[in-house]
């Protein structure tokens, strides 16, 4: 029978992803959580690969409560057996939930597995290319017990791999405190206390920046592995090279594929190591402790080198949008620790030589919870290009506040965003290659933006909030409930239920690991 929600203040319990504790539950069962576990969530390691997993775990995580005890498990590959093993021993049930891409997603024995990938191509990885059996996502979905995807897109392309495994629809659920945002008001200031780098109709973005002045983001944190990965990067170009003619390219890819586990082993210790450093450094920029946004403030987070979010169309646009404007402030949240991509995003801005009225606002930081839902409280609309998305919980989030969006409704995000929500930027599909192929192999498809459309989408919305209250009102309410029933914590408790609960009750009746090849049935829509 599928498990009822036991108490609000349960199932709304406090994350903590750490390794080894618990938290507390009669419940029999053990939800092992696994991720790339790269301390995003705590401000380090923002934007390197994967690191967005870890949010999608964050979210996740109070809610799995109300299943049994949640433990993470760091670096699952070499630890997820081990814990599975202990959870038996202590006569409890083990329950791997797996936050992870398929490629990445580790399978042990005598443990039920739900994959919970994310997922922005219309056409999910068929073959084993790169030496990984598991980027054929059809044949590794097939060796789970249970995938839970964000939405209709991802279910459709993980069905036209052939897997017969169950799919269940369940949604990143948006935090709770975004629903009690308070409404935007068009007079009301706000201030940010970060750094930020700010250009506007003061600060001529062609002034020559050779002379550094006081400027800082976070830099890099030094992960101690370069050595190692350099050489064993060597070592494995020398073995590979040595046996190519002999004993074949197979032998090579399985060489190549147990440096790269090695190298991935010894960058997750490193990183596991390192507490949130806030050193700064300097960039030849102007700079301000505080940021104060007022008027109407369009916002968009994104990680600069994730070739996606198409970040010069955005900028371009919304120079030639609203340029003209001085009630205007566009506010660009980097998800970086790399000084040389800031640079290269403001150096683009800069060399486009554009004299403007508006604001446009660079920030580096990484920013609390609180600071965020600041960040959302002034904002009236949340703007951008990208070219694909497997969630894009920022928008989700902005949503949730009652902030409309202006973005294309392509991939995953036209699971929850269409004309009801915002202004819908249109786009086309062009060739791409999945992000993970080193081979780089066009397979698949993303989206190109139409750049007349973001530009005429991103001065509609101005229009609106300038000149029609009663229209801004109505579609901010609608951009809330539609995400509050969407992805608000009861509706995704209700989907777990359906999916989580029912393969729950499947394995109370005897159906493990070990009999669940014969067992699973095919759901189109578990949830």
Known sequence: MTPQPRTDSHVASQLRIVDDETVDSPSSVVVLLSCYMTGSTEGRNLGIAGYSHDFVAKAFASLLTR???????????????????????????????????????????????????????PDAPNEGFDGNPQNDWGATADRCDLVL?????????????????????????????????????????VTLECRGFIFGPAEDPRADGSEPVQGCVIPPTASGDRGFTTMGKRIERAVRAAIRGGLGECIGDSISRKFRRARERHRLRQLQRQKPKLTMTRLPYLHSDRIELSGIVYTSIFNPDDGRKNWSDLITGFLAALGDRDDVTLVIKLITQKPDSVRRVIEFYRGRDVRHRCRIVFICDFLSEAQLLDLATATTFYVQATKAEGNCLPLMNHLAAGRPGVSPDHSSVGDYFDAHSGFVVESHAEPSAWPHDRRLRQRTTWARIVWPSLRDQIQASYRMARESSSAYEQMSRSSRTRMRRWAGKEAVARALDRTVGRLLGGLAAGLGADTRAEQKPRSKNAA
Request: charged share 25%; proline share 9%.
């Open 67 to 121: 299943y049994g005890d949640v433990r993470a498990v760091v670096d699952p590959r070499r630890n997820l057996q081990a814990e599975v093993d202990r959870v038996i021993a202590e006569g409890r049930r083990p329950l791997h939930f797996s936050v992870l891409p398929l490629q990445d997603v580790v399978l042990a024995e005598r443990v039920a597995t739900i994959a919970v990938p994310a997922w922005e191509f």
């Open 149 to 189: 995807v964000s939405g209709p897109f991802t279910e459709g392309a993980l069905a036209r791999t052939g897997t017969t495994t169950a799919i269940g629809i369940v949604p990143v659920p948006v935090d709770d405190s975004y629903f009690t945002v308070p409404d935007w008001k068009p007079g009301r200031c």
